[in-house]
C-alpha cells in the first residue's frame, strides 16, 4: 500500500477516497478515527495499492485524460510510480510528532523543583540524586527534540527542491 494523500481534515479525506471508489481504485483511509477523537494528533492518510498508485494521484490532481492514459495502458513504460509520486504529500509530520512527545513531559520535569538539602540521611541523598539524573534526561530529551524539528525543516526543504528542480 501507498500514501497518496494525507489530510488533517476527515472530511477532505474521506471526499478523497468517495472520488476514488467512483473511479473503481481500492482504497483505505487509515487514522480516520484517530484523527476523530484527537484532531492534531495525527493525520489522515489515503492509502491505493502499488499497481494504482500513478492513477489514483492523476485522479486526486484532476489530471483525469492522464489517468485514463494509464488505464488504457498507453504510455505505461514512460510513467513510474517515483515520478508519480513525487505530486503526493511527503510531509514528515511523524518527526514533529516525536518532538511534541519528547518536549513536552521533559518541560514538566524540569519546572518540577526539589530542594538540595543534603542531610546526613542516605535516602535524602539519594532522592536528590535522582532528581538531578532525571533532570538531566530531561534536558537531553529537550535537545532530541530540537533536533528532530531541525531534522523535519531539513526533510522538508530537500524534498520541496527536488520537487521543483524536476
Known amino acids: 500500500m501507498v500514501t497518496v494523500r494525507t489530510d488533517w481534515n476527515p472530511h477532505t479525506a474521506a471526499l478523497a477516497k468517495s472520488l476514488l471508489d467512483d473511479y473503481e481504485i481500492p482504497c483505505v483511509l487509515l487514522h480516520e478515527?484517530?484523527?476523530l477523537l484527537y484532531p492534531f494528533?495525527?493525520?489522515?492518510?489515503?492509502?491505493?495499492?502499488?499497481?494504482?498508485?500513478?492513477?489514483?494521484i492523476q485522479i486526486l490532481n484532476g489530471n483525469?485524460?492522464?489517468a485514463a492514459e494509464i488505464e488504457v495502458g498507453e504510455d505505461i513504460a514512460d510513467t513510474a510510480i517515483e515520478s508519480a509520486t513525487e505530486t503526493a504529500n511527503r510531509n514528515p509530520?511523524?518527526?514533529?510528532?516525536l518532538a511534541f512527545y519528547l518536549f513536552v513531559p521533559a518541560m514538566f520535569v524540569l519546572r518540577t523543583s526539589y530542594s538540595d538539602v543534603i542531610a546526613g540521611n542516605s535516602w535524602t541523598r539519594y532522592v536528590v540524586a535522582r532528581a538531578r539524573i532525571t533532570h538531566f534526561l530531561s534536558w537531553l530529551a529537550i535537545?532530541?527534540?530540537?533536533?528532530?524539528?531541525?531534522?523535519?525543516?531539513?526533510?522538508?526543504?530537500?524534498?520541496?527542491?527536488?520537487?521543483?528542480?524536476q
Open 33 to 35: 478515527n484517530a484523527n
Open 93 to 97: 509530520w511523524e518527526l514533529l510528532m
Open 143 to 165: 535537545l532530541l527534540a530540537v533536533a528532530l524539528v531541525v531534522a523535519y525543516f531539513h526533510v522538508r526543504r530537500t524534498s520541496f527542491k527536488s520537487r521543483t528542480a
Open 64 to 66: 483525469v485524460e492522464r
Open 41 to 56: 494528533a495525527m493525520p489522515v492518510r489515503l492509502l491505493v495499492g502499488d499497481d494504482q498508485a500513478d492513477r489514483a
